[in-house]
């Protein structure tokens, strides 16, 4: 199945989600964890998967537009379309924003930008002490700086009310959107 019905998601949409949503929670832990405690050895993974997450989101962003949004797998009230709509545009938004914004900001601070070791963008190193990086731009580096960071809490309360919201209709509405988003076909009145 190609495309997604109100009784059962593709499996290109599932996929998406997954990948996305486990990438994105292990980098918004680690990314929390690194800075915290200087941990220099890790920036190049997250970058990497930083990478990976920007490709996917944007497949995912793709399909989307191909498949349009899911039909909801009940009737629900009106404001709660609105919040599921509004927390699912910051998460499909945020999934963009996080690794552009991190991807800025490490190459403008004069960082390389790598996908498991391969520079995609190289760092801008200093001739006279190699070791040191020079800066390309200073105040956009910090301004993404401020973006990543503020995006980055955004998304985790997004996450944070996405499960709750998933679970909300897997326990009390009894309705199959948990399940839908596992691979299985539901019966909808």
């Known amino acids: ?28 832990a680690v990314g929390i964890y690194m800075t915290e405690n200087k941990d220099y050895s890790l920036y190049g993974l997250h970058k990497s998967f930083g990478v990976i997450v920007l ?4 497949g995912r962003v793709f399909w989307r537009m191909k498949n349009g949004w899911p039909l909801a797998a ?27 914004s991190g991807v800025i900001m490490s190459s403008m601070g004069g960082h390389n930008i790598p996908l498991f070791g391969i520079d995609l963008i190289p760092g801008n190193h200093d ?5 040191d990086v020079i800066p390309r731009n200073v105040e956009l580096g910090e301004m993404a700086e401020e973006i990543h960071e503020f995006v980055g809490y955004l998304l985790i309360a997004c996450i944070l009310l996405h499960i709750a919201g998933a679970l909300k209709h897997h326990i009390i509405d009894k309705d199959g959107t948990l ?5 299985k076909r539901i019966d909808v009145e």
Do not use: C
């Open 1 to 28: 199945m190609m495309k997604d019905t109100r009784q059962q998601f593709s499996k290109i949409t599932i996929s998406l989600h997954w990948s996305v949503a486990l990438l994105m929670i292990a980098l918004l």
């Open 127 to 131: 001739p006279a002490n190699p070791q």
């Open 74 to 100: 009940g009737n629900y009230k009106g404001w709660e379309h609105k919040l599921a709509h509004a927390v699912h545009w910051v998460l499909i938004l945020g999934t963009l924003i996080m690794p552009v």
């Open 55 to 58: 490709v996917l989101a944007l």
């Open 179 to 183: 399940m839908r988003m596992k691979g």
